[in-house]
């Protein structure tokens, strides 16, 4: 919202004459200033919302505010992305779109930051090989397959807090500024990624891809070693593409709320990867890459499928309270990815989506859930020959996007986070 409104547009907000929203500037509950010509005022936008928020507790709004925090009606306005049932769009353009246009990770993060969509593919300034050296002495070395990806969250936090010690500007900061840290922290994230196999590959990526790499470049080099690399980079590319954003998601929400207290893109960061780690968002993939290795013939598939139907509950990777009925469209999409992959994959892999795709037809057949990005994501991971916790890890490289286009959004609300709670004795 702007920081300064019309009469029009304030009597709109609050749903009152204007008569009566001068009423409220005359008893000091808005402040009001001259606009472009000495006879239009312009009213405090900050002023408006707390007004507003005061006017709907009194008028009983308390219930729809407490539901509204669990998966309920929106609780706040947003120009970054569009989220329906089967629907997503980044700033007014559909994510089928902008994948069917081949249009690139980095472009769409600028997209999502600023609203312009670039013509030709950004190519992001890599961190100073000394940090990264330096970096690579504080939290280098690989993570075991039962380490992930729990012990991933914490890595990435304390790059994203080396980041911070190494920027002498650290602190408030402008719009330029944020940017120019998100880009940063992306790259570093995405060079600390474990490669596949357990083992680092050393600082970054190999000599071929060291100047001008993408960030879908840098996830390859490291994660699908078995894979054609413009084909696994295109396809991870494509995945960073599907989960920039989506709305207010828990993670999101956490970076917005810290923004909204003025910390810099640093902390929200690790706000944002804090609420990421829990097995009910970032982790989650865990749960689906659990199940695929539960899998050993299509009977299983259809074994797993009857049980959690028989015990009503959700198999991993299925199911979506936003795309309830039209599905996901992000699985959509990247499941169609991965149907393409499993054409040239190695033999083994093949086999192991062969068993997803058993698993997917039982779905199908119980009519019960549709699968959600988790399950499509984990699938085209394991058709590159990525190793388990790899999704998690590639999540939180590309949520960033979406996390940096809130905060930015949130500075430029100008209020504070701050919802009430009402007391209920416990004992």
Same mark, same amino acid.
């Given at each position: 919202?702007?920081?300064?409104?019309?009469?029009?547009?304030?009597?709109?907000?609050?749903?009152?004459?204007?008569?009566?929203?001068?009423? &409220?500037?005359?008893?000091?509950?808005?402040?009001?200033?001259?606009?472009?010509?000495?006879?239009?005022? !312009?009213?405090?936008?900050?002023?408006?919302?707390?007004?507003?928020?005061?006017?709907?507790?009194?008028?009983?709004?308390?219930?729809?505010?407490?539901?509204?925090?669990?998966?309920?009606?929106?609780?706040?306005?947003?120009?970054?992305?569009?989220?329906?049932?089967?629907?997503?769009? &980044?700033?007014?353009?559909? $994510?089928?779109?902008?994948?069917?246009?081949?249009?690139?990770?980095?472009?769409?993060?600028?997209?999502?930051?600023?609203?312009?969509?670039?013509?030709?593919?950004?190519?992001?300034?890599?961190?100073?090989?000394?940090?990264?050296?330096?970096?690579?002495? =504080?939290?280098?070395?690989?993570?075991?397959?039962?380490?992930?990806?729990?012990?991933?969250?914490?890595?990435?936090?304390?790059?994203?807090?080396?980041?911070?010690?190494?920027?002498?500007?650290?602190?408030? #900061?402008?719009?330029?500024?944020?940017?120019?840290?998100?880009?940063?922290?992306?790259?570093?994230?995405?060079?600390?990624?474990?490669?596949?196999?357990?083992?680092?590959?050393?600082?970054?990526?190999? @000599?071929?891809?060291?100047?001008?790499?993408?960030?879908?470049?840098?996830?390859?080099?490291?994660?699908? @070693?078995?894979?054609?690399?413009? $084909?696994?980079?295109?396809?991870?590319?494509?995945?960073?593409?599907?989960?920039?954003?989506?709305?207010?998601?828990?993670?999101?929400?956490?970076?917005?709320?810290?923004?909204?207290?003025?910390? *810099?893109? &640093?902390?929200?960061?690790?706000?944002?990867?804090?609420?990421?780690?829990?097995?009910?968002?970032?982790?989650?993939?865990?749960?689906?890459? #659990?199940?695929?290795?539960?899998?050993?013939?299509?009977? *299983?598939?259809?074994?797993?499928?009857?049980?959690?139907?028989?015990?009503? !509950?959700?198999?991993?990777?299925?199911?979506?309270?936003?795309?309830?009925?039209?599905?996901?469209?992000?699985?959509?999409?990247? $499941?169609?990815?991965?149907?393409? $992959?499993?054409?040239? @994959?190695?033999? +083994?892999? %093949?086999?192991?989506?062969?068993?997803?795709?058993?698993?997917?037809? +039982?779905?199908?057949?119980?009519?019960?859930?549709?699968?959600?990005?988790?399950?499509?994501?984990?699938?085209? !991971?394991?058709?590159?020959?990525?190793?388990?916790?790899?999704?998690?890890?590639?999540?939180?490289?590309? %949520? /960033?996007?979406?996390?940096?286009? =809130?905060? /930015? #959004?949130?500075?430029?609300?100008? &209020?504070? !986070? %701050?919802?009430?709670?009402?007391?209920?004795?416990?004992?």
């Amino acid at each position: 919202m702007a920081k300064w409104l019309s009469a029009e547009e304030a009597s709109a907000l609050l749903g009152i004459k204007k008569e009566t929203l001068y009423a &409220y500037v005359s008893r000091g509950q808005v402040r009001t200033e001259t606009g472009a010509t000495p006879r239009e005022r !312009l009213y405090a936008a900050s002023d408006l919302q707390r007004l507003k928020a005061r006017r709907s507790a009194r008028s009983g709004h308390g219930p729809a505010a407490a539901s509204a925090l669990r998966w309920g009606e929106p609780v706040m306005e947003t120009g970054v992305s569009d989220v329906g049932d089967g629907r997503l769009a &980044y700033r007014g353009l559909a $994510l089928d779109t902008l994948l069917a246009r081949g249009v690139g990770f980095e472009a769409v993060a600028e997209h999502l930051w600023s609203g312009l969509l670039p013509e030709t593919a950004p190519r992001w300034p890599r961190p100073s090989a000394r940090f990264l050296a330096e970096l690579e002495k =504080h939290g280098a070395g690989a993570l075991r397959e039962d380490e992930l990806p729990r012990q991933w969250f914490r890595r990435a936090s304390h790059r994203i807090a080396r980041l911070a010690e190494a920027d002498e500007a650290a602190g408030t #900061e402008t719009t330029d500024q944020a940017l120019v840290r998100a880009r940063s922290a992306v790259l570093c994230l995405a060079m600390g990624v474990p490669a596949g196999g357990g083992a680092q590959v050393g600082v970054g990526v190999p @000599a071929a891809h060291a100047a001008g790499a993408s960030v879908a470049e840098i996830l390859a080099s490291r994660l699908a @070693a078995g894979t054609a690399p413009e $084909l696994a980079a295109t396809a991870i590319d494509r995945i960073l593409v599907a989960i920039a954003d989506h709305e207010l998601n828990s993670s999101t929400f956490a970076a917005r709320v810290a923004a909204s207290t003025g910390a *810099d893109t &640093y902390a929200c960061l690790q706000a944002g990867l804090g609420a990421l780690a829990g097995p009910r968002h970032g982790a989650s993939f865990a749960a689906v890459e #659990e199940l695929f290795a539960a899998l050993r013939t299509p009977a *299983d598939a259809k074994e797993a499928v009857l049980k959690a139907k028989a015990q009503k !509950l959700s198999l991993p990777g299925f199911g979506h309270r936003l795309h309830a009925a039209s599905g996901d469209p992000r699985a959509r999409l990247l $499941l169609a990815d991965a149907v393409q $992959l499993a054409k040239t @994959a190695p033999k +083994a892999a %093949r086999e192991r989506f062969a068993l997803a795709q058993a698993l997917l037809d +039982a779905v199908g057949a119980a009519k019960t859930e549709l699968p959600n990005v988790d399950l499509a994501v984990v699938a085209v !991971l394991a058709l590159l020959g990525a190793p388990r916790g790899a999704a998690s890890a590639v999540f939180s490289v590309g %949520r /960033i996007a979406g996390w940096v286009a =809130h905060v /930015i #959004e949130q500075r430029y609300a100008e &209020y504070q !986070l %701050r919802p009430r709670a009402k007391f209920v004795r416990s004992v």
